[in-house]
């Protein structure tokens, strides 16, 4: 019994973590199946969706599924969602992250709402390899353009670092994203990819991406990048 006790004692500690490694992985696969489902349908919505001009122009782009409306009544945490940019061997693996704080908009109220945000440019993609900024202040950002008629309009788009997106009750549109914060999820990104890795590192292609990624680079493949 004491020995039994003593292995008891000494397994349970190195259980734990490979617990939590596995629950992580399990979270941000399926966290990446829900983002790729968003951005399917929304890229499928016909004159309601992202202009293709722009996704093929995005440097980067940001999904934060089911964001809960009782993160933004108490200032929250918003919610975790994946971003991936674009590398010279194609788009980096997915990184966690997290938005919180400011004001997302007036699509915000009961229920769940998508996020999606794309970075047009190498400075505000350089801006994602910070620890933590503020949309707004550190990036400028402005509600995306929607529908295959807005070519009129992503020229304008083009100035901002950011174009913000959001869907709620089936509802889909450009919002405003000011003062709101981004950050990598550090903690949930080692657990995922096996030890400590920066943002830089992830986005950057430094790190192998997980089999999950592989229906998000499908439909993010659908739209190779084009400068203009």
């Not at 913000?164 to 080692?190: K, M, V």
Request: aromatic content about 6%; overall charge neutral.
């Amino acid at each position: 019994m004491k020995k039994f006790l003593v292995s008891l004692f000494v397994t349970v500690p190195l259980a734990v973590p490979m617990f939590a490694e596995k629950d992580a992985m399990e979270e941000h696969n399926k966290r990446i199946h829900e983002s790729s489902v968003t951005l399917h349908e929304i890229m499928n919505a016909g004159d309601k969706s992202i202009p293709e001009g722009l996704m093929r122009r995005a440097q980067c782009v940001g999904v934060v599924p089911d964001v809960k409306r009782a993160g933004f009544i108490i200032g929250g945490k918003y919610g975790k969602g994946v971003l991936t940019c674009r590398t010279a061997n194609g788009w980096s693996a997915p990184s966690t992250i997290r938005i919180e704080g400011g004001s997302i908009g007036l699509q915000i109220g009961a229920g769940e709402t998508d996020l999606i945000f794309l970075v047009m440019n190498r400075s505000g993609e350089e801006k994602l390899m910070k620890d933590k900024f503020t949309v707004g202040a550190d990036a400028t950002v402005m509600a995306g353009p929607v529908g295959r008629a807005a070519d009129a309009q992503t020229d304008a788009a083009m100035s901002a670092e950011i174009l913000a997106y959001s869907r709620s009750h089936g509802l889909f549109g450009g919002i405003a994203l000011e003062g709101a914060t981004l950050r990598p999820d550090n903690d949930d990104n080692a657990k995922i990819y096996g030890r400590p890795v920066t943002n830089r590192e992830i986005l950057h292609g430094d790190v192998t991406a997980p089999p999950a990624a592989s229906h998000l680079y499908d439909e993010l493949n659908r739209f190779p990048y084009r400068e203009r």
